[in-house]
């Protein structure tokens, strides 16, 4: 049985905020954050949007789904900001403040080694002093652009492209997210698709084993209310069969007393006993009745009383007639002894049998009962 739901309690207990939730009554269309979120929706006697549990639960998947891949695509379309190396950030860098630090310390050593050394040697020229301390201040800072800022800046490289993996990552993620949603929302679509191919199935099965339309519904018990007091075609049609070798048995019985029998008394109102001649009218009628009401007519006159504003009205089938001309062939015809042709034993009997079953007062049958008179060779009245 379909559960219905009511659309912004629903939507509430998702997260959604009231603000965010919209209806456009032209079209039946609920909204969240100004999107389409689930279409065809009318509002019931209270003017509250109701929908199924699955058609919700397919609709806030898709709109979940929509969400993380438009998150995803609005950072794949990001343009990638290039490697900069800003030698700020290098200059705040604590490895490269100690090699500079260490740099500057082993200059002071060696100006003062150099000073040391040239005044042990007699030689005051500050120029001579001052060239010695700034080649050793050259070699210490040298070292540090040499041997320690490659490295800085290698491992700054190595941050930016871990922060674009990392970026990269993220953005898979959040696909991947969205393509959860969207399979839990195809997984939800190819069980609804499962569930109406059963109804269905379930529907035409109902058709024919009982031969009326049944509508497909969402509920199977309104399907099985269609056919409520009826019997199946095949169980019908047994029925039909054992009514008919009774009513056979039972006349050919009273033909050989005379007299109707019990069991024919029952099966046409006249009371036992009473002379076959006199209970033609009543044997004719109940054979007539007997050939009438077919299975499917039956069915559909059952049919009427279960559904509302249903109604039947086509002619007889070709399979119809021909049955009835088979019936009225073992009724009121016989083999002569003598010439062995087939002869008619009550021709008005006939004829009133084919006007009671195909008369109609708008004369759109009367070629119909023409067709079938001359088939026994009688003249159309």
């Known amino acids: 049985m379909a559960t ?6 629903y939507l509430r207990d998702k997260g959604i905020k009231d603000e965010d939730i919209g209806f456009r009554g032209d079209d039946g269309t609920v909204t969240v954050g100004g999107n389409p979120f689930l279409y065809g929706i009318t509002p019931n ?14 609709a806030f998947n898709n709109y979940q789904s929509r969400n993380y891949r438009n ?6 379309t990001k343009p990638i900001e290039p490697f900069k190396l800003n030698m700020r ?6 490895t490269y403040k100690a090699a500079l630090g260490t740099a500057r310390e082993n200059t002071q050593i060696a100006e003062g080694d150099i000073s040391a050394a040239m005044n042990r040697r007699g030689i005051m020229d500050s120029t001579i002093t001052a060239n010695a301390a700034s080649g050793a201040a050259q070699r210490e800072y040298g070292r540090v652009s040499r041997d320690v800022l490659p490295g800085l800046i290698q491992d700054y490289y190595k941050r930016y492209i871990d922060s674009q993996n990392a970026e990269r990552q993220q953005t898979g993620d959040i696909m991947g997210v969205a393509d959860y949603y969207s399979g839990e929302a195809d997984k939800i679509g190819e069980a609804q698709a499962t569930d109406r191919a059963a109804r269905i199935k379930y529907a035409q099965d109902l058709r024919k084993d ?7 519904t969402e509920e199977y018990g309104l399907m099985d209310k269609a056919v409520e007091g009826m019997n199946t075609l095949d169980s019908q049609k047994e029925l039909e069969k054992a009514m008919q070798n009774q009513f056979k048995n ?5 033909d050989k007393l005379g007299v109707v029998t019990q069991t024919l008394s029952q099966l046409i109102g006249v009371p ?12 004719q009628q109940a054979a007539y009745q007997m050939g009438m009401l077919g299975v499917s007519q039956q ?14 009205d086509k002619g007889p089938s070709n399979s119809d007639v021909n049955s009835f001309v088979s019936q009225m062939r073992q009724l009121y015809t016989k083999k002569d002894a003598g010439t062995g042709a087939t002869v008619l034993t009550d021709e008005s009997a006939l004829r009133q049998a084919v006007i009671s079953k195909y008369y109609k007062e708008d004369g759109s049958n009367d070629n119909l009962i023409d067709q079938v008179l001359s088939t026994f060779g009688l003249q159309p009245n």
Do not use: H
């Open 45 to 58: 006697a209270e003017g509250k949007a109701m929908a199924g549990q699955s058609n919700l639960d397919q």
């Open 272 to 283: 036992a006993g009473t002379p076959m001649l006199e209970a033609q009218k009543a044997i």
């Open 210 to 216: 009982f031969g009326v339309d049944v509508p497909v």
């Open 299 to 312: 069915n559909a006159q059952t049919s009427a009383g279960n559904a509302e504003n249903r109604s039947l």
């Open 71 to 76: 998150q995803a695509i609005g950072r794949l």
């Open 250 to 254: 039972s006349l050919d019985a009273s």
């Open 89 to 94: 950030d290098i200059e705040r860098d604590p």
């Open 4 to 9: 219905s739901v009511r659309v912004r309690q």
